[in-house]
């Protein structure tokens, strides 16, 4: 069973950076494509990005394209998110997620997706 477990939200100011990572634990992670989403208060869960199996493939949402990079480290079971000029729009609670497909490219649906974390808060002020 995989399971999965975000860190690195918190307060930043509109154009700072923070990095989240997804510690991910099971056998099988390094088979699983991955994603971020988000879900801001009152609003429906967003998609943000996601990564192949291997990291050969990286998809992302609109509103974060040019601005966010997601990466993995099969070898440390890790997910990563790097988000830079963040806006106050960004605020949300960001939850990693794997998809049980094995060798997948990965996915902006989140209901392709078979495990959740948790989900850290990132708050941007203006």
């Known amino acids: 069973q995989e399971q999965l477990a975000e860190s690195g939200g918190g307060l930043v100011q509109a154009g700072g950076s923070l990095r989240l990572s997804c510690a991910a634990s099971?056998?099988?992670?390094?088979?699983?494509?991955m994603g971020w989403f988000r879900q801001a208060p009152g609003k429906e869960r967003e998609f943000v990005a996601a990564?192949?199996?291997?990291?050969?493939?990286?998809l992302y949402g609109d509103s974060v394209k040019g601005r966010f990079t997601i990466s993995r480290d099969n070898a440390q079971s890790t997910l990563s998110l790097q988000m830079n000029s963040l806006k106050p729009e960004d605020t949300a609670v960001y939850y990693c997620?794997?998809?049980?497909?094995?060798?997948?490219?990965?996915?902006?649906?989140?209901?392709?997706?078979?495990?959740w974390g948790q989900g850290t808060q990132v708050t941007v002020s203006s």
């Open positions: 997620a794997a998809d049980r497909h094995y060798y997948g490219m990965g996915s902006s649906r989140p209901e392709e997706y078979d495990y």
């Open positions: 990564t192949s199996w291997n990291g050969g493939r990286t």
């Open positions: 099971g056998r099988t992670f390094s088979t699983f494509p």
